[in-house]
């Protein structure tokens, strides 16, 4: 039986619904001595500002059971040396790229954004709204639904490719979520990581030097699939999850419940070939359930999602 894993997220068709994760896939082009990375439905290139950046001071990982605590900083060579140095390769390979992007005033996101929008191998925009926003005295973006409409309403009136939101799971991701499908948003990528800390109790020091970091990992995936149910309850367009996959199970969770898509993010540090084995994981489970299409798992639960969903 011919399996078709080809899915759509709003008007861009891939041919599978994995994606590898911003932040962990670098430009896509690092994992080339592992896979093929044309294999994937998509890249979610790593996070690119108007300026380079070198980040924060180490030590930025931390690894802790079942997962990892970052605070890089969003390092990235800015979107000029993107432009000149990656962009050229990417046009080369046969797989969706999206641009995950930042800033940290809202003018620095549109300025961002509408660069990007001439690049050709650049098919959707992902806007990363969990950076402190310098103009309003250090609120995060994402956690503030104003906020989060005024800045994706800004980049929205600047660009005419697809624009999608990741959302930060801090603060109420179903408002948060309304309103930047309120603002315009084509679709929303659930969740970015959950602040986080360590402490060596040795040094008596932090794990971390910049303190709080972003945990990630198989450690939070409840807590995404179950965003994920939220997100997909609260607006009517694409939701892609995102948080702790590491085989086709975890992917799928995220189908069932309604996400057209999902990414592939801290499981890449431990096993670089996750993605092709999460692709043929995919396949044996739709051959095993007699389906033939990916699209067939898709909101197969939404159906059940009207019953209790309170932990009381």
């Given at each position: 039986?011919?399996?078709?894993?080809?899915?759509?997220?709003?008007?861009?068709?891939?041919?599978?619904?994995?994606?590898?994760?911003?932040?962990?896939?670098?430009?896509?082009?690092?994992f080339?001595?592992?896979?093929?990375?044309?294999?994937?439905?998509?890249?979610?290139?790593?996070?690119?500002?108007?300026?380079?950046?070198?980040?924060?001071?180490?030590?930025?990982?931390?690894?802790?059971p079942?997962?990892m605590?970052?605070?890089?900083?969003?390092?990235n060579?800015?979107?000029?040396?993107?432009?000149k140095?990656?962009?050229?390769l990417l046009?080369?390979?046969?797989?969706?790229?999206i641009?995950?992007?930042?800033?940290?005033?809202?003018e620095?996101?549109?300025?961002?954004?509408?660069?990007?929008?001439?690049?050709e191998c650049?098919k959707a925009?992902?806007?990363n709204?969990?950076?402190p926003?310098i103009?309003?005295?250090?609120?995060?973006?994402?956690?503030?639904?104003?906020?989060?409409?005024?800045?994706?309403?800004?980049?929205r009136?600047?660009?005419?490719?697809?624009?999608?939101?990741k959302?930060?799971?801090?603060?109420?991701?179903?408002?948060?979520a309304?309103?930047?499908?309120?603002?315009?948003?084509?679709?929303?990528?659930?969740?970015?990581?959950?602040?986080?800390?360590?402490?060596?109790?040795e040094?008596?020091?932090?794990r971390?030097?910049n303190?709080v970091?972003?945990?990630?990992?198989p450690?939070i995936h409840?807590?995404?699939v179950?965003?994920v149910?939220?997100?997909?309850g609260?607006?009517?367009?694409?939701?892609?999850?995102?948080?702790?996959?590491?085989n086709?199970?975890?992917?799928?969770?995220?189908?069932?419940?309604?996400?057209?898509?999902?990414?592939v993010?801290?499981?890449?540090?431990?096993?670089?070939?996750a993605?092709?084995?999460?692709?043929?994981?995919?396949?044996?489970?739709?051959?095993?359930k007699?389906?033939k299409?990916?699209?067939?798992?898709?909101?197969?639960?939404?159906?059940?999602n009207?019953?209790?969903?309170?932990?009381?």
């Amino acid at each position: 039986m011919e399996i078709d894993l080809k899915i759509e997220v709003g008007k861009i068709e891939l041919k599978n619904p994995l994606f590898l994760a911003s932040g962990c896939a670098g430009y896509g082009l690092e994992f080339e001595d592992f896979f093929d990375i044309s294999i994937v439905g998509g890249v979610c290139l790593k996070g690119l500002s108007l300026e380079e950046s070198v980040g924060n001071e180490p030590s930025r990982i931390w690894e802790t059971p079942s997962g990892m605590i970052n605070a890089i900083g969003l390092q990235n060579i800015g979107i000029k040396n993107f432009l000149k140095d990656k962009a050229p390769l990417l046009r080369k390979i046969n797989t969706i790229f999206i641009a995950n992007f930042f800033g940290h005033k809202i003018e620095e996101y549109v300025k961002v954004a509408k660069i990007l929008e001439d690049e050709e191998c650049i098919k959707a925009l992902e806007m990363n709204i969990s950076c402190p926003n310098i103009s309003e005295g250090g609120i995060h973006f994402g956690v503030d639904p104003l906020l989060v409409h005024k800045v994706v309403k800004e980049v929205r009136k600047s660009v005419t490719k697809p624009l999608w939101v990741k959302l930060t799971p801090s603060g109420n991701i179903k408002e948060t979520a309304r309103s930047a499908y309120e603002a315009g948003a084509d679709a929303l990528v659930a969740i970015n990581t959950i602040p986080a800390m360590a402490v060596d109790v040795e040094k008596m020091d932090f794990r971390i030097s910049n303190k709080v970091g972003g945990l990630s990992g198989p450690a939070i995936h409840p807590i995404a699939v179950k965003m994920v149910y939220d997100v997909v309850g609260e607006v009517p367009i694409p939701v892609i999850g995102c948080g702790g996959v590491e085989n086709a199970e975890n992917g799928i969770e995220f189908l069932l419940l309604g996400a057209r898509a999902f990414q592939v993010g801290t499981a890449l540090f431990y096993n670089p070939n996750a993605p092709v084995e999460i692709i043929h994981g995919i396949k044996d489970y739709l051959k095993r359930k007699k389906l033939k299409s990916v699209k067939e798992v898709i909101g197969r639960m939404k159906a059940k999602n009207k019953g209790k969903d309170s932990c009381s």
